[in-house]
Structure formats: structure tokens, C-alpha cells
């Protein structure tokens, strides 16, 4: 079973894991590893900031169209739009760059318009229980506080389905959100060992050994949500390496 094949693969595999394998046409889920343990987010907590940033467009607070003037003491590292000699973006620039580059000013101007408590709301709303913003990205300090976005690989599942199904906006802000996560250009964790070309709509994230990513895989017989998690690995380059193994032997088996 492919249970066991995973649970051999990570024999010996130093770090915590939290794992969410779904087959989202079937609605069946197939395998959960400690899917409820609460790890810091890294970037995976876009994806709720997008979801808050599309309900403000759906109920017209915002437009995709509004132009947002990024100033100088806006941007911070890991950053396209600090190397960028542009000085406007769309909302709709911002979330995408938010999420196909993870670009942490993007991100930040989008909290601000935004809202902390906004989006901790929409977390609320959805009835997420792991999962809070705490600080803005590349807030060293507020981390060193402690103040530490957090998510469940539970929580990040429930919100790439319900993306996918159009359950938690309309079907046209749903659509726009899962057609922004297809273009993700960070590659390296769930296709890391698949050679083949295939679609999946998926974000990633990564802080000091750790990295996370979740991704919707758009195969021709199946379309299946895979959430692997790892926390307290050996380096970045462990962590990779067992989400990129765990995601080879979920579509080899699929294939």
C-alpha cells in the first residue's frame, strides 16, 4: 500500500514531518501524518493572505486594478521588487509576486492594506485552528519576541481544497487564485525528483531547517493534494530531499 511505502521511506529521516495526501475528485483522503501539529508557516501563510486580499476584491473594498505606490523604506530582503526600479504595482502585481516568487515586499505592503486582524479573521472564519499571522515578513525582532506565524498542514489542505472547489470565495476569485499558484516558479520540493512535466498549483516555504510545501497535482486520470511538512531536519537540503521523495512515490504511484 502506498501508506507503507511512504512510512518506509521515512525510516530514519531525522526531523519532524507532517503529511496530507487527498484524492480531491474522489474527496477521499489517502494518507495524514501528524497533519494538526502546529510549525511555524514560513511562507506557506500567503496563501491565506491572498485568500483575505480576494475577499476584499469580491466584496469591493479593493481592486485588482488599484495601483499601490511602494516606498523606498517598504522594502526588505528576498525581495524581486527591491531590485526593481518600479515604483507602482497593481494588487493583482502583488499577489502574484507574493506567491510565484514568495517576494517578502509584496507581502508586507499587502499586510498593510490589508490588515492584521482582517486576516486572522478570514483564518477564523474558515475555522482554521493552527494557523495565525503574528509578524511581518523578515520581522526579526518580533520573531526573536516570539511572535511566530504558525500553520498546521491541516489548515493549509483545507485551504488549497476549498480553492479548488470554489467553497471559500466565488468561483472567479477561487479560479484567480489557483491560476497564480500554477505559476509558482519555486520547483525544488514537490517536483524536485519528477522528471515529467505536470501542473500543480503549490507554495512553498522555508525558514532555518524547515520547509514546507502544498500543491494541488493536476495529473490526466487524477487530480490528488499532497502537504508535506518538515520541521527540525538536518539541513534545508534534508528537508527537501524528503518532501521531494515522499511527492516522487505519491505520483509514481498515481502514474
Known sequence: MLKDVILKNLRGAKGNISIVLKDLEKEEMIFEL??????PSASTIKILIM????????????????????????????SIISDLDMICYSIKDLITLMII?????????LIDILGFDNINNEAERMRLKGTALKRKMMDFEAARQGRQNITTAWDMAYMMEALYKGSILDRSM???????????????????????????????????????????????????????FVTEAKSNIAAKHIIGKISEIVYNDFC
Open 174 to 228: 477561487c479560479d484567480i487564485a489557483i491560476n497564480i499558484l500554477k505559476k509558482q516558479k519555486h520547483k525544488d520540493l514537490l517536483t524536485r525528483y519528477i522528471a515529467d512535466e505536470v501542473l500543480v498549483a503549490h507554495k512553498s516555504g522555508d525558514l532555518e531547517n524547515l520547509n514546507h510545501d502544498i500543491g494541488i497535482f493536476y495529473l490526466s486520470n487524477v487530480t490528488y493534494l499532497l502537504g508535506v
Open 34 to 39: 501528524d497533519s494538526c501539529r502546529v510549525v
Open 51 to 78: 485568500i483575505e486580499a480576494l475577499r476584499q476584491v469580491m466584496e469591493g473594498k479593493l481592486s485588482l486594478d488599484d495601483v499601490i505606490f511602494v516606498k523606498p523604506n517598504e522594502r526588505v530582503d528576498f
Open 101 to 109: 516568487v514568495s517576494d517578502n515586499t509584496a507581502t508586507n505592503v
